[in-house]
């Protein structure tokens, strides 16, 4: 397969480089990679597929929302989820869906945040509960047998000296691990499912 | 009680309200109503709440949000729902904190396309599992024993006439009954429960 890994520098973005690309023809896009995209501009967005073409698959395994105390919440800090983790996701699935080959499929990611609140979390939780939403949503109107799916998994071992704060008492898992989700999404046949890892 | 709800000229505001009237003071603010409001500006929220000044409860009944298929679906249009529904219920829980009494409650809107899609509901399915998620996070760091729910339900009998070709195979409920699950959270004890109303 031909699959498009958007936040391919990150952390979970290297781990599910390494994990498809043993198997597949993976392109990597970030803000900084050999593909150049920014999720929140949509003009980035189209001019990213231009460069790519048609793939099998795309899998996104970046985004950004704001971590700070509800008493301190604004609407413009609420607005870093929206436009980038969220939004970001969902226009890359709107542009997208034309760029994949028939029964090609979206991978997106979420987080266990979603149902599994932690102070200051709210603007992640909420960006989780949309995304997970959404999937379900678009996986029944998707055409020509494209897929979508969602990983949704707790916090990384590899991300703890800089989460662990946030998520005392929460079983880190190592993010190799979650590549495998992002893997199962890919190379097998579900959509509209929620691939939870790690969720105690 | 002295309660405020925000929505309170609509299907849903007026069963809420009737409801609600029978045992407590209930100030009734909608973009038409003796007290206005538009959701969407910030700035009216804030004046909504220096008018009707301290309350015990704080009910939201109403929130667009755009029905059309995914393939015509654009980031302008997800928009209708992300600022009006979701956005529009957060920001008067993070304006009316202050105006809420100790040991208050926010009650917010939400629905079954959250995790129940249908064709042509990608905006309201994403706007939904945000406001699930954003009540689960929030309840854990409201202040003074504030409390905050929300109610999900099925689509209304009363709305069928416009609604139902969306939901060809749900059972409609009264929606006496949704309003008598605003009358828990708001006079119960519970926090950061999603208030399911005729789901299957």
Chains 1, 2 share one sequence.
Do not use: C
């Amino acid at each position: 397969m031909k699959i498009l890994v958007v936040g391919a520098s990150g952390t979970l973005g290297s781990a599910v480089v390494a994990e498809l690309s043993k198997r597949h023809d993976v392109i990597s896009a970030s803000r900084s990679g050999d593909v150049k995209v920014d999720v929140k501009d949509a003009a980035s967005i189209k001019a990213m597929f231009a460069e790519v073409g048609k793939v099998d698959a795309i899998v996104f395994t970046a985004g950004k929302a704001h971590f700070g105390p509800l008493s301190a919440m604004t609407p413009e800090l609420m607005d870093v989820g929206i436009k980038d983790k969220l939004m970001g996701q969902v226009n890359l699935v709107l542009t997208g869906t034309e760029y994949l080959n028939d029964g090609g499929s979206f991978t997106l990611v979420s987080g266990i945040l979603a149902t599994e609140p932690i102070k200051a979390g709210t603007n992640a939780s909420l960006v989780n509960g949309a995304i997970d939403s959404f999937v379900v949503a678009a996986a029944i109107e998707l055409p020509r047998g494209i897929r979508i799916n969602a990983v949704s998994a707790t916090v990384f071992e590899e991300a703890m000296e800089h989460y662990g704060p946030f998520f005392r008492g929460f079983k880190p898992v190592p993010v190799a691990d979650v590549a495998l989700a992002f893997s199962r999404s890919v190379e097998g046949a579900t959509t509209g499912k929620i691939f939870k890892v790690g969720y105690v």
